[in-house]
């Protein structure tokens, strides 16, 4: 990557060329140029790090001077083979997966057809404004890679769902690399989510194989593309095992930084050790509270924590509220006004079959008011997260 140069064209040049990285550094034609007004610039001489400023360990600063003549040293900055090659194992079981059956609307056909006879009728100036707004905070430049968490006190309260919804929107918004961790347990379900077929390299395998000296073609190999853009690293194969370790998640996460603009990390579940340490490093925090008297509860236990942790972790957190079912009973002014109480944003994300039916999420299938909230989820997020500096 030329030093000062821009960032983004560079990774267009790697995903689209096919040369050796001398031949794929040379200067890049006129009409190469990427047109979108707000690119990501990555500044040369800094390193990654995570929200409290400490730089990853073993990644030279990217104003160190070429690699020295001595093989020795240049075979240590090469990138290490993997010991084994995992093989692809299919995320949902083959014989379970005609089982699906077909994807449905988030909104009924009554209420799509009301809205489109509203808006023959009604003046859309002020809803373009509010849509180009959100847009650029999607959209935000940001001069490191980002990475957002996402949690929750408990499993089953959509927390994965949340996740995906993130990923799919950034990768919808944004002109530059995003990618989609699972930190989860070994049994999470983002890659069903994100729609991946199959997988076969997880975190732990990565973590062994990342070096200073990789680029980003060469880190793409082992991450699943996702079918709208982005990319998708799960945490395992679907296989009961070892969860991940502190370690492998901060090797991970702040080496891909160097790579991707956004990372939606979906964190194990609260009081995990790695859903703590992704909570107190992360440049913002997505807690998913159901809506239920003591999902907003254990909610705010959790906010009163996240108030005593350094690098103003409350600060940089925002709530969203799900319901999962359409019967839900619990005042949501209350809930909210309750969670608000600590200082944080509050996104009530609202009932959507779509999403309650299980599978791939198929964003075009959402309804009207679940990807509106989405899109404010996640334009908050990336709000608090261009904040930190």
């Not at 609307?105 to 373009?128: C, F, P």
Request: aromatic share 4%; with cysteine.
């Amino acid at each position: 990557m030329a030093q000062g140069g821009d960032w983004q064209r560079d990774v267009l040049r790697q995903l689209g060329q096919h040369g050796t990285p001398d031949e794929a550094a040379g200067p890049a034609p006129a009409s190469a140029e990427p047109t979108a007004p707000l690119r990501l610039t990555y500044p040369a001489q800094e390193p990654p790090a995570d929200a409290g400023g400490a730089a990853a360990p073993g990644f030279p600063q990217r104003s160190d001077p070429a690699p020295p003549s001595d093989p020795a040293v240049r075979a240590s900055r090469r990138p290490r083979l993997p010991l084994h090659t995992p093989e692809s194992v299919p995320t949902v079981d083959p014989r379970l997966a005609h089982a699906l059956g077909r994807p449905q609307h988030g909104d009924s056909v009554t209420r799509r057809t009301g809205r489109t006879l509203r808006k023959l009728t009604a003046s859309a100036t002020q809803e373009v404004a509010e849509e180009t707004r959100i847009a650029r905070e999607l959209q935000h430049p940001v001069t490191t890679g980002r990475v957002i968490a996402v949690t929750s006190i408990r499993g089953g309260v959509g927390k994965s769902t949340v996740s995906a919804l993130l990923g799919r929107t950034f990768n919808h918004y944004r002109h530059d690399p995003v990618l989609t961790l699972e930190a989860d347990a070994a049994l999470g379900t983002l890659p069903v989510r994100m729609g991946a077929e199959s997988v076969r390299w997880s975190c732990a395998d990565l973590a062994q194989i990342l070096t200073p000296a990789m680029q980003l073609t060469d880190v793409t190999g082992y991450l699943v593309p996702v079918t709208d853009g982005g990319w998708l690293l799960p945490a395992s194969q679907g296989r009961v095992g070892a969860p991940m370790d502190v370690r492998t998640y901060r090797t991970v996460t702040l080496a891909l930084r160097r790579y991707f603009a956004v990372t939606v990390v979906d964190c194990e579940t609260l009081p995990g050790e790695v859903a703590r340490t992704a909570m107190d490093t992360a440049h913002a925090r997505v807690v998913v509270a159901p809506m239920t008297a003591e999902g907003v509860n254990g909610t705010r236990q959790v906010l009163d924590w996240l108030a005593q942790l350094p690098h103003s972790a409350l600060a940089g957190t925002v709530v969203a509220l799900s319901a999962n079912s359409p019967d839900a009973t619990l005042d949501e002014k209350t809930a909210a006004a309750h969670l608000r109480e600590t200082g944080v944003t509050v996104v009530r994300l609202p009932y959507d079959r779509h999403l309650a039916q299980g599978g791939p999420i198929r964003t075009a299938m959402l309804g009207r008011a679940a990807r509106d909230a989405t899109v404010r989820l996640a334009a908050e997020a990336m709000r608090l997260a261009a904040r930190v500096r």
